[in-house]
């Protein structure tokens, strides 16, 4: 198993993804104690991280188009609302 | 005879009514009459309050009276102006009060719809037959897109919907615009070229196609036949959102998925934020739960070999060989007790016995003993006495002196 993450390094789909395996894990039962704890303290840490960045988590938005000599650029998107 | 015959074979006499109602039946009898699409210039348009429809269609050389009612006039998606050119659908009948024939109509539209409507279809029939609309052929939708394409105008509202829903639903993605016009002629070509670029560059999770409702003319981009071959040969997944429920295009039928409006295009494409906060909830409390019974289990493990251990230690078996001893001693001294119990009960039943045969019992119920004094020997016989012999009287509780004062015989 390659070394993990620490949940901040990861995005909502692979903290998410991680966390649903942990909880399988565990729920078949017959871990060892000590890795049954460490898996429950990764699981909170992969759930904290997910409720962080549904709470803080704002829309990113750019542009894709053509500029004046036709080359396509990758812009912010600025709109008025 | 003519004035005669003009009494005798009276031809038939119709009423205005009568024979108004029959000209109705004839032209209502013939099927053909009764669907029919008519072209023409609309002219004499008028909409009175009732919210009806009257106008005339006409051409070069005839005029033919219409009516539309107004439950059929509120459903056209297209209001007729004076001058169109359009083409009328309906069925043809007489109003009696007026005395006139007319077209009661119950569709409209513009001149040239018929045409390109017909080229919808033919092209919509290639298309399904390429298989291009099968389910099979379509990518599945990702559940948590990072990046969402969307192809459309920089300007229109439909752009305005998809990022109101997608803040609001799924702040998580990044999305990246390509912005096209969505109707004109450039329309085919920049859709086209938006969902390359975006595929090229951006390699998105799903790309959204979308713009706002309306005409047939307005949403030609979306029934261009190359404009449905990009959303075919797209990398990405694409989900289409055009116009308003009624709107079906051909880039509807060959996305991955079709949304009736930009709006429902950006909620399909998406999770809802809500439900992804209650499934990390439910992960941390079954967690929880599953960390729970492990440690119970662990607790009961631990429990229960504590109890073999206690039985398998020297200690425990010590104090197993002193119970035993104990117990044997217990045993023992029980079985002591009881032998000489029963010892005891033996030589009560003898001294029982004793009494029983004894004199003293048979003294008791009044007999007596009389012994010859002073040699004690028991009298057994008459022959023992004589006369001033001297005896002693043994009675139940005690004795006493006596003497024989006359002999025996």
Known sequence: ?81 | MSQLSFFGMQPRLWTVADLTRYVRQLLEGDYRLQDVWVAGELSNLSRPGSGHLYFTLKDGEASLRCVMWRTEAMRQRFSPREGDAVEVHGRVSVYEAGGQYQLYADAVRLAGEGAVYQEFLRLKARLEAEGLFDEARKRPLIPLPARIGVVTSRAGAALHDVLHVLRRRYPLAEVVLAPTPVQGAEAPAGIIAAIELLNQRVHPDVILLVRGGGSIEDLAAFNDEAVARAVVASAAAVVSGVGHETDFTIVDFVADRRAPTPSAAAEVATPDGAELRLAVDQAARSLAASLRRRLLQARADLRSRQVALRMASPRAQMANARQRVDDLTRRALAAVRTGTALRRAAVQGLIQTLRAVGPEAVLARGFAVVQLSPSGTVVRSTRQVRSGSHLTVRVHDGSFPAVADDGGE
């Not at chain 1, 993990?4 to 903290?15: C, H, V």
């Not at chain 1, 395996?21 to 729920?27: C, D, P, T, W």
């Open chain 1, 1 to 81: 198993m390659p070394k993990a993450k620490t949940p901040d390094e990861l995005s909502y789909e692979q903290a998410f993804r991680e966390l649903e395996g942990l909880v399988a894990s565990l729920e078949s039962g017959d871990l060892p104690l000590e890795q049954a704890l460490q898996l429950f303290e990764r699981g909170q840490a992969l759930a904290g991280r997910c409720s962080q960045l549904l709470e803080q988590a704002e829309l990113r938005l750019r542009q894709l188009a053509p500029d004046d000599r036709g080359v396509p650029t990758d812009t912010d998107l600025e709109l008025e609302e």
